[in-house]
């Protein structure tokens, strides 16, 4: 599958299970306008229907990436701004979207992530990125704060110093440096951040896609509703993978080192 949208290419390895959405506006650095915002969630749509044509599982992962040498996203369209109204930058609905897609939604950041472009990528279940790449909430110098929860989610993530001080400099940090702090799972070297990236998507895709996603939402839910109700998720679903014909393939590989289980998503 190949789907050119107006800001987004749709993309879908079949045989991977792995969806690719690349923000494709590289001429203003990817920058974010509503029509980029309405094709993410239209590109997860389109995904999402691969699920709903298969047998189990087919979308193991989806990665968000953006075309061009530069940048992930540089953040809101800042063309927009003189007169748009606060909804104009409403990405609340995008960060839903992304956190209720079932598979796990990886940003691969190379280039500049900036504003929005950071929002984005802390709304994605995990972050990978290129040595070079630069991260920041640049809103602080147009006299603004990062409108979709930034300053939230890096707390969450890093703690609220950190969070403060990213937002109130307006520094754009390294990628060792957002690592460090928690806000990126992995940094790779430039020349090898493409394999490398492929190569953690494949270790998550080849894995059992119901516990995955499981474990998305236990971890989602552990933010949003707290240890109670995440404690009461994980024993759900526990009982309901006990079940699964993957966990009897898993158990069946973990007593056989012959055997090279397949895991479909039932
Ligand atoms: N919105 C709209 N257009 C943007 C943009 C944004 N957020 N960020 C970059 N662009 C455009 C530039 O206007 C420029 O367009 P042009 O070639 O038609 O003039 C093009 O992308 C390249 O950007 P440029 O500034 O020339 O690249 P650079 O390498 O000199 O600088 C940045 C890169 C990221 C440091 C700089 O573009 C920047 O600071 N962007 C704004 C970041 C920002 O404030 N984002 C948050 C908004 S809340």
Redesign the pocket.
């Known amino acids: 599958m190949h789907e050119e949208l107006d800001a987004v290419i749709v993309a879908f390895d079949e045989e991977q299970g792995v969806g690719t959405l690349t923000l494709n506006r590289p ?3 990817n ?1 974010m306008n509503g029509q980029m915002r309405a094709d993410i969630e239209t590109g997860l749509e389109l995904l999402g229907e691969r699920d709903a044509e298969a047998e189990g599982v087919a979308v193991r992962a989806v990665v968000i990436e953006g075309a061009g040498e ?1 940048a992930f996203c ?6 927009g701004f003189a007169d748009a109204s606060p909804a104009a930058f409403d990405a609340h609905g995008l960060r839903a979207a992304i956190g209720e897609f079932s598979a796990p939604v990886v940003a691969k950041i190379d280039g ?1 992530c ?3 472009g950071l929002e984005l990528a802390l709304a994605c279940d995990l972050r990978l990125a290129s040595e070079s790449s630069r991260l920041g909430f ?2 602080v110098d ?1 006299g ?1 704060l990062p409108g979709a929860g930034g300053v939230q989610y890096v707390s969450r993530l890093a703690g609220p110093a950190f969070a403060k001080e990213l937002a109130m400099t307006g520094e754009h940090i390294e990628a060792e440096r957002a690592a460090s702090e928690g806000i990126v799972n992995h940094v790779y070297d430039d020349e090898a951040f493409a394999d490398e990236a492929a190569s953690f998507v494949d270790t998550i895709a080849d894995k059992p896609p119901l516990a995955v996603r499981a474990i998305k939402d236990s971890g989602n839910v552990s933010v949003e509703a707290g240890l109670r109700e995440g404690r009461k998720y994980d024993r759900r679903i526990f009982g309901t993978l006990l079940e699964t014909d993957d966990h009897e393939e898993g158990a069946r590989a973990f007593a056989d080192d012959e055997y090279d289980p397949t895991f479909v998503g039932k």
């Open positions: 001429d203003a650095l920058a530069k540089a953040g809101a369209d800042v063309t500049y900036l504003g929005g640049p809103e147009l603004l």
